[in-house]
T-cell receptor, first 112, second 113 residues
Framework: KQEVTQIPAALSVPEGENLVLNCSFT??????LQWFRQDPGKGLTSLLL?????REQTSGRLNASLDKSSGRSTLYIAASQPGDSATYLC???????????FGKGTTLSVSS | DGGITQSPKYLFRKEGQNVTLSCEQN?????MYWYRQDPGQGLRLIYY???????QKGDIAEGYSVSREKKESFPLTVTSAQKNPTAFYLC????????????FGPGTRLTVT
């Protein structure tokens, strides 16, 4: 059964720093991987979707990469801002069904 | 505006009562999902539906029931059989094809005392 892990569970950085969030998965037979942002008490906002045939996707200051062979994805955030403070979740969609399998998230705090 | 709405935002119930959480989408999506989120845990799938009048159990379906009579609506009932119903409930939808993004609603926080 697919397991998705996110390390670290929490991360604190000063404003302006570039940072990388990690996501690993045990079963490389995925359709795609999706990164989300969640603010406290709110729903999830989709950030990036990477199909299994793609290596990376970019949106503004965000860049997500996917390496299926090693079971890893990273979310790169450039020039971090206090408004980036949130919990970031990754989720894989495996080939057994259509539902997402989530990691527990990395809670990011960016200080000004 | 297109999107997913969940109501109410906060819900309080006494133990032993059934309660129904609403989820509506106007994105014309075929598939809809219900997840549960607990502190320190990832989201866990309760039920999902790929088309009207059809739905499948997820990993933690016990104590929950759903219906899908209309494409835009996927209500979730939390029954008295659910042992730990207090949680944050999130509804999502996507196009039926697995290659499309899932979009989430704002969530309903249910507290049962």
């Amino acid at each position: 059964k697919q397991e998705v892990t996110q390390i670290p569970a929490a991360l604190s950085v000063p404003e302006g720093e570039n940072l990388v969030l990690n996501c690993s998965f045990t079963d490389s037979a995925i359709y795609n991987l999706q990164w989300f942002r969640q603010d406290p008490g709110k729903g999830l906002t989709s950030l990036l979707l990477i199909q299994s045939s793609q290596r990376e996707q970019t949106s503004g200051r965000l860049n997500a990469s996917l390496d299926k062979s090693s079971g890893r994805s990273t979310l790169y955030i450039a020039a971090s801002q206090p408004g980036d403070s949130a919990t970031y979740l990754c989720a894989s969609r495996n080939q057994a069904g259509t539902a997402l399998i989530f990691g527990k998230g990395t809670t990011l705090s960016v200080s000004s | 505006d297109g999107g997913i709405t969940q109501s109410p935002k906060y819900l309080f119930r006494k133990e032993g009562q059934n309660v129904t959480l609403s989820c509506e989408q106007n994105l014309n999506h075929d598939a809809m999902y219900w997840y549960r989120q607990d502190p320190g845990q990832g989201l866990r799938l309760i039920y999902y539906s790929q088309i009207v009048n059809d739905f499948q159990k997820g990993d933690i379906a016990e104590g929950y029931s759903v219906s899908r009579e209309k494409k835009e609506s996927f209500p979730l009932t939390v029954t008295s059989a659910q042992k730990n119903p207090t949680a944050f409930y999130l509804c999502a939808s996507s196009m039926g094809n697995v290659h499309y993004e899932q979009y989430f609603g704002p969530g309903t926080r249910l507290t049962v005392t």
